[in-house]
């Protein structure tokens, strides 16, 4: 089967939070080195090019996230009914935890971990008509492991993706500017139980050759991008090379901005590296704080405590970093005090602006294959799973909390809907949570008040 043709390789980007999908330009970095000439769609900012998918042989769809898998699944069925001969491989995180419901629903490979590698090789299998024996390629009856090695980076390719002014943005002292997003590392030094990473890297991860993302974020200025998202799973996993790529990135552009995302104990054990992050033009970092309930932060194996979540949103505003605290807000094991308490700490940490008002009502996923699945802890809440949505059904212990949770959802829903300030959805949420309606909610806030810097895309899995 030739796939060489202009085409005959397709890839598909679903979803990646808003940004141009790192997704679908690394592997065509990678398959345009290997001499292929694939065709590209992000379906979370064009149409479906039902052409494009006629003529392709080969379709690669990208799972990075949770929210891509359910839009993927979609996404496949219509390239069954548009060309049911096309082969179809679902790549990233989500394929090899998915692998064996993606191959009754439509994927004939599925590639996870340091996918890139085993998606060129398949690629050359076929097209060369040889037998797929490929390490790392998942197919009915053969399971694989995810191939977990250092690759031979090639820079990624966006040449066909939709511009970067069709994407989130960063909206900061009342403007909006163009958004570049790279990655300089992959995988995660860490075992939080809940994250959808360690049961695919086990505790590993891989820095890409700082010249490679470099010169990505040269294009990405090139093409209009004055601020820079670093979308490593945790940026200070290699604080050396993350300190290296962003001097030469500042020498090079001193008026970029950028952000990343870090784990609370490694802005507490790299603090002392802050200041010059700022002063290099960080504007903020995310970090996955989650709770702030001792046997929450426990089960979900976090590896810091309600008093070091107080000491790092210090230590990053003394830097002069704004902290955006992303949060798994309801789980099986989280009460309403733990709600309410987790408000007040926003409210009184000044961070009602740091946090998307969609965090307040994040119920935890259980998808198959995390470690939570099977946590003793989970076993007596956890219901069947619930195949379609990749994750098992669960119910608190109490009801109400499951009842707050819908309340919660429905508010921020609303509030997003009708452009509400975050503020004043804020202060209908803590009405909720303490019982009372939510007739003449007041928001202390000016609605004038200077916003903390954020991406117009809201931080979820
Ligand atoms: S939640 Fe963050 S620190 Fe924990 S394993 Fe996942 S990426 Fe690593």
């Known amino acids: 089967m030739n796939l060489r043709s202009p085409g005959a390789v397709l890839l598909i980007s679903c979803y990646e939070l808003g940004h141009q999908p790192l997704g679908v330009a690394m592997p065509m970095g990678f398959l345009q080195r290997a001499g292929f000439q694939p065709s590209v769609m992000d379906i979370a900012v064009e149409d479906f090019d039902e052409e494009k998918v006629r003529v392709a042989s080969l379709i690669a769809i990208a799972v990075p996230m949770h929210t891509a898998m359910r839009l993927g699944v979609r996404v496949a069925e219509r390239i069954g009914e548009l060309n049911p001969t096309c082969q179809i491989c679902f790549y990233g995180l989500y394929a090899s935890l998915n692998s ?30 040889s037998k797929v024996e490929v390490a790392g390629v998942i197919q009915h009856g053969q399971p694989a492991l995810p191939v977990l090695e250092k690759l031979s980076f090639a820079v990624p390719q966006r040449d066909g993706l939709p511009s970067l002014d069709q994407y989130a943005e960063l909206e900061h002292n009342g403007n909006t500017r163009t958004a570049g997003y790279v990655e300089a590392s992959r995988g995660c030094l860490h075992l939080c139980t809940h994250c959808p990473i360690p049961p695919v890297y086990g505790g590993r991860f891989f820095i890409l050759p700082a010249e490679v993302v470099l010169e990505d974020i040269r294009r990405q200025v090139k093409a209009g991008a004055t601020h820079i998202t670093f979308g490593d799973p945790d940026f200070l996993n290699g604080p050396k090379h993350s300190l290296r790529v962003v001097r030469a990135m500042h020498e090079e552009f001193p008026d970029l901005t950028f952000d990343f995302t870090a784990k609370v104990e490694h802005l507490l054990t790299r603090g002392e590296d802050l200041p010059e992050f700022a002063k290099a033009g960080c504007l903020f970092i995310i970090s996955a ?8 932060l426990t089960i979900l194996d976090k590896c810091h405590t309600k008093q070091e979540v107080i000491d790092a949103f210090h230590t990053v505003r003394d830097a002069g970093i704004a902290l955006r605290p992303t ?135």
């Open 100 to 129: 064996e419901y993606l191959l009754e629903h439509g994927a004939n490979w599925c590639i996870g971990g340091e996918y890139e590698k085993p998606l060129v090789a398949l690629v050359e299998a076929i097209d060369s008509d």
């Open 327 to 461: 949060w798994v807000t309801f789980t099986p094991w989280t009460t309403r005090d733990d709600f309410l308490e987790m408000l007040d700490f926003i409210e009184s940490q000044g961070l009602i602006d740091h946090v998307d008002p969609v965090q307040y009502s994040i119920r935890l996923l259980i998808p198959p294959g995390s470690w939570l699945a099977d946590h003793k802890e989970t076993l007596p809440y956890r219901g069947l799973l619930d195949e379609a949505a990749f994750s098992y059904r669960w119910t608190h212990p109490d009801p109400e909390m499951d009842q707050l949770q819908k309340g919660v959802a429905r508010v921020v829903e609303q509030g997003a809907e009708s452009e509400e300030d975050p503020g004043v959805t804020f202060f209908k949420v803590k009405e909720l949570a303490i019982g009372r309606g939510l007739v003449n909610v007041t928001c202390s806030l000016s609605p004038d008040r200077p916003r903390a810097p954020r991406l117009t895309e809201s931080w979820f899995c």
């Open 289 to 296: 704080v989650e709770s702030l309930s001792d046997r929450v």
